[in-house]
């Protein structure tokens, strides 16, 4: 009788036990916010990196995620990390270039030849260093996460040379190496935030974008766009990002946890948008005109955007541009 007594005690006492832990509110809260909504790979890694922050802080940390513009555009929600208004987001390079000049090298076009070179320039001194010197506008950077190659689509004509693109109003991301690249191809570009795309394109205010297969379907751009082509003219990536003024406040022991999750976030955001890309090309043959650019016709876009280059390389860096070139082809000759 009394060992029973004891026994349910014990099992009243860990159930009060586990219900406090869980409803205890947590120390720590991050609320991150995205662009794109929560069929993107990014959203599912961001889950992801939520699970595990969440689980291996013990529950001292909350994360709550925002996707399709909720929190504000890619550069608002940067100013909002630099204010401390907001603790996370994940933009792609060609928005951050404002904030740190570097950054631009990036997006330059035809920049990496394959993803694997992309990850070794990214995750090598380079693309630490750059991640490192965020932290002098107010953010930590994380991790590069990937959002892709650029693809062009439109709603006025199939395009196979830079001769077709003449002419076309093209939204581009708010970044002068993307307008200076279409520019050189004829084209009318117009930059804009991602959360008024659809919208513009809905409404003809432009004829096109340029973006990963992925967002192209997820976002349903296929329904306001007829066309499009696999320029894959730019890799993208995406900089997984905290506010410095919170992450400063967190103990070392949780720095940890967040800073580590996002590593094993970006090993599974590469992994899932690379097969999502592959997989979402193959749905979108089903509901555009997709051309396929042969190599000879995909090296004259190459020939085309050459000059943004020499536009560029001194505003760039020219040292930082050669050094991501020679560890391209270090890379390649591995
Ligand atoms: C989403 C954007 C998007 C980017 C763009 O917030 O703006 O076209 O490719 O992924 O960051």
Same mark, same amino acid.
């Given at each position: ?22 409803? =205890? ?52 929600? =940067?100013?909002?990390?630099? =204010?401390?208004?907001? /603790?996370? &987001? ?18 330059l076009p035809f920049l990496?030849? &394959? ?62 190496m993307?307008?200076?690249a ?40 296929? /329904?306001?766009?007829?066309?499009? &082509?696999?320029?894959?003219h730019v890799?993208?990536?995406? #900089? ?16 940890? #946890? ?44 190459q020939?085309?955007v050459?000059?943004v ?26």
């Amino acid at each position: 009788m009394r060992k029973n007594l004891i026994i349910n005690l014990s099992l009243a006492l860990l159930l009060v036990l586990t219900f406090t832990v869980s409803t =205890m509110a947590a120390e720590y809260t991050i609320n991150a916010g995205i662009g794109l909504n929560d069929k993107s790979a990014q959203y599912k890694s961001l889950e992801f990196f939520k699970e595990l922050v969440e689980k291996n802080s013990d529950g001292q940390i909350e994360v709550n995620l925002y996707h399709s513009s909720q929190l504000g555009d890619d550069r608002e929600m =940067m100013e909002a990390l630099q =204010m401390g208004v907001q /603790e996370m &987001t994940c933009p792609s390079t060609a928005p951050i270039a404002p904030f740190v000049n570097g950054f631009k090298v990036f997006d330059l076009p035809f920049l990496f030849p &394959t993803h694997e070179a992309a990850d070794y320039v990214l995750d090598g001194p380079v693309g630490q260093d750059l991640l490192k010197q965020l932290e002098d506008v107010g953010i930590v950077g994380l991790a590069f996460w990937e959002n892709g190659y650029r693809q062009l689509t439109n709603s006025v004509r199939p395009v196979e040379t830079p001769e077709d693109v003449k002419g076309l109003k093209i939204r581009t991301m708010e970044n002068p190496m993307h307008l200076a690249a279409w520019k050189e191809m004829g084209a009318n570009p117009t930059p804009m935030a991602f959360g008024e795309l659809f919208s513009a394109m809905q409404q003809g205010v432009v004829d096109g974008q340029e973006n990963p297969w992925g967002t192209i379907y997820l976002q349903n751009f296929f /329904e306001v766009q007829d066309y499009t &082509t696999n320029t894959g003219h730019v890799y993208s990536p995406f #900089v997984l990002m905290i506010s410095k003024q919170f992450y400063d406040k967190l103990p070392s022991d949780l720095q940890d #946890v967040v800073y580590e999750a996002a590593q094993k976030a970006k090993d599974h955001n590469r992994r899932t948008n690379r097969a999502m890309n592959a997989e979402y090309l193959e749905k979108l043959k089903d509901v555009m005109n997709v051309t396929i650019l042969t190599p000879e016709q995909k090296a004259a876009f190459q020939e085309a955007v050459q000059p943004v280059y020499d536009q560029f390389k001194d505003e760039i860096g020219a040292d930082l541009v050669e050094e991501v070139q020679a560890q391209v082809k270090e890379f390649q000759a591995q």
